[in-house]
């Protein structure tokens, strides 16, 4: 009997947000575990020959909106169409993931973030709204997040970073972690 789920997904497919929203119970009441598996859903189209006919289309569109709220309502949960969609960074969102489910809260960064995208329909691409849910909702994350400061840190003449307060080696163990997971998505930091 199978004893996981690996749930591959991806924050920009707002179905992989329906499906966050029940899967923890189908697991709980089975007794199984979730395994969380952030991927980029548009590489994984574009290495298969696929497009997103549901954004090329109109009309398909248009179903698919109407789809995801029938859906949402079966589902009795909260579902808003997020007009910031195209100005979100959702590989970024996916690495920091991969930081959080190393962390052991993978499951509350991804249902926060979900939430927060298709849910709530929040702007994450702007860094203080995204820095503000996961403080709501998971602070481990928030390391991740804060890499931005960390590589904009002055260097010593010599290379060596200087010394930071508030948390700098948690830091560099979140850039090591996220520079190993880098492999399985796009490049990290650029």
């Known amino acids: ?24 119970g189908i697991a709980k009441s089975h007794a199984i575990s979730i395994n969380y598996r952030p991927f980029t859903l548009l590489e994984l189209m574009q290495k298969v020959g696929n497009r997103p006919t549901s954004i090329e289309c109109q009309n398909k569109g248009a179903y698919v909106m109407a789809d995801l709220q029938r859906w949402a309502g079966r589902y009795q949960v909260d579902f808003t169409p997020n007009p910031f969609w195209q100005t979100i960074d959702f590989p970024e969102l996916g690495r920091g993931a991969l930081v959080a489910i190393d962390e052991s809260r993978g499951a509350d960064y991804v249902a926060a973030v979900f939430r927060a995208i298709w849910g709530e329909a929040t702007d994450l691409s702007q860094r203080p709204k995204l820095i503000a849910v996961l403080r709501r909702r998971i602070s481990t994350a928030l390391v991740f997040f804060n890499m931005q400061r960390h590589r904009n840190t002055p260097r010593s003449s010599k290379g060596a970073r200087q010394p930071q307060p508030n948390g700098a080696s948690s830091v560099r163990r979140q850039c090591s972690l996220a520079k190993r997971c880098s492999s399985a998505t796009t490049v990290l930091i650029s």
């Open 1 to 24: 009997m199978t004893t996981t789920i690996d749930f591959y997904f991806d924050f920009v497919s707002p179905y992989s947000y329906l499906a966050n929203t029940i899967l923890p």
